[in-house]
């Protein structure tokens, strides 16, 4: 079955980075569109970033800007999230999601990891 399996996730100081992963399995990772996404307490769940495409094309949120870069390893069937310049308001569960490119009700989540960012 499919599996998605976040890893990183910690305590940072604001200012600060982190690097999270997820490790994918039981799909053929090349044709999913991989994301991640947050959902801080109280907040609804949002888009963080996405890349897809044999060009790796990327998209972020307006509020990660600069501050964080996703990436993917097709041969590890592995996507990346860095974060730098972290901020308190950035703390939240951060999820992994897969969505097929062509057949996009087929996705999956991972089980998320905790990225806290405080002092």
């Known amino acids: 079955q499919v599996q998605l399996v976040e890893s990183g996730g910690g305590l940072v100081e604001p200012g600060g980075s982190l690097r999270v992963s997820c490790a994918a399995s039981?799909?053929?990772?090349?044709?999913?569109?991989m994301s991640w996404y947050r959902q801080a307490p109280g907040k609804e769940r949002e888009l963080v970033a996405s890349?897809?495409?044999?060009?790796?094309?990327?998209n972020y949120a307006d509020s990660v800007k600069g501050r964080f870069a996703i990436s993917r390893d097709n041969v590890k069937s592995t996507v990346y999230l860095q974060m730098s310049y972290l901020k308190p308001e950035d703390t939240a569960v951060y999820y992994c999601?897969?969505?097929?490119?062509?057949?996009?009700?087929?996705?999956?989540w991972g089980q998320g990891t905790q990225v806290t960012v405080s002092s």
């Open positions: 999601n897969a969505r097929h490119r062509v057949f996009i009700n087929l996705a999956y």
């Open positions: 039981g799909l053929t990772f090349s044709v999913f569109r």
């Open positions: 890349i897809v495409g044999t060009d790796d094309l990327t």
